[in-house]
């Protein structure tokens, strides 16, 4: 268990549908990433945020949205869902951010997939 | 525009082997190249990380190699092992540490019994 806690594992929905993918952060992390792993695009980053404010933004969809709550927790909203969409989502977090840490490691949950039929 | 070129894709290696996966970068200001191993049904985990002001850096049967004229780095497992079965994936970045990870696309090591 890496301390990263994502819900729900799996998730089916029908193309136009709107879903919120959850992440518990580890204990103690401030930073909160979002990747998207698909088969032909590797592991792609959406989005960062640190102790709620947004850090840095990657190839992230308008479609798609997030943010970071008070109590660090994070959530990635994805609305107007497409086939292409279907993949696994995952969250990340690590303590600091930047050159704050000599060795600042992202540690990652074990995903939500989502499948857009 | 990827950033990270990964090679092979796949690889099968016999146990006892050395599994040779390679990286290749363009852009200079990448200061920190982590490497990631997944299992499946988990998320990535790091497995070891190379600053470029080393040219090697060695992890029990883990080593990074870099080469920073030719902006390519290398991960070397020697003495390959079943459990070693994973998919890899190399990064970069700039700054220093975790923000703005580009991966490679990944490849997926099968050793061999």
């Known amino acids: 268990d890496s301390g990263v806690t994502q819900t729900p594992k799996h998730l089916i929905t029908a193309t136009g549908q709107r879903v919120t993918l959850r992440c518990s952060p580890r204990?103690?992390?401030?930073?909160v990433y979002w990747y998207q792993q698909s088969l032909d695009q590797g592991l792609q980053f959406l989005i960062q945020?640190?102790?709620?404010?947004?850090?840095a933004k990657g190839n992230i969809l308008e479609r798609f949205s997030a943010q970071q709550f008070p109590d660090l927790h994070s959530e990635l909203n994805l609305s107007s869902l497409e086939l292409g969409d279907s993949a696994l989502y995952f969250c990340?977090?690590?303590?600091?951010?930047?050159?704050?840490?000599?060795?600042?490691?992202?540690?990652f949950g074990a995903g939500s997939r989502l499948t857009v039929l | 525009q990827q950033q990270v070129k990964q090679s092979p894709q796949s690889l099968i290696v016999q146990k006892g082997g050395i599994s040779i996966i390679n990286c290749a970068y363009e852009?200079?200001?990448?200061?920190?190249f982590p490497w990631y191993q997944q299992f499946p049904g988990k998320g990535p985990a790091l497995l070891i990380a190379?600053?470029?002001?080393?040219s090697e850096k060695k992890e029990g049967r883990f080593t990074i190699s870099f080469n920073k004229s030719a902006k390519q780095f290398s991960l070397h497992i020697m003495d390959s092992q079943p459990g070693d079965s994973a998919t890899y994936f190399c990064?970069?970045?700039?700054?220093?540490?975790?923000?703005?990870?580009?991966f490679g696309k990944g490849t997926h090591l099968i050793i061999q019994p």
């Open positions: 852009n200079t200001a990448f200061d920190y």
């Open positions: 945020y640190y102790n709620g404010e947004e850090r």
């Open positions: 190379i600053r470029p002001d080393v």
């Open positions: 990064a970069a970045s700039s700054g220093g540490g975790a923000d703005g990870l580009t």
């Open positions: 990340a977090s690590s303590l600091k951010t930047g050159r704050l840490s000599g060795a600042n490691v992202l540690t």
């Open positions: 204990s103690g992390d401030l930073s």
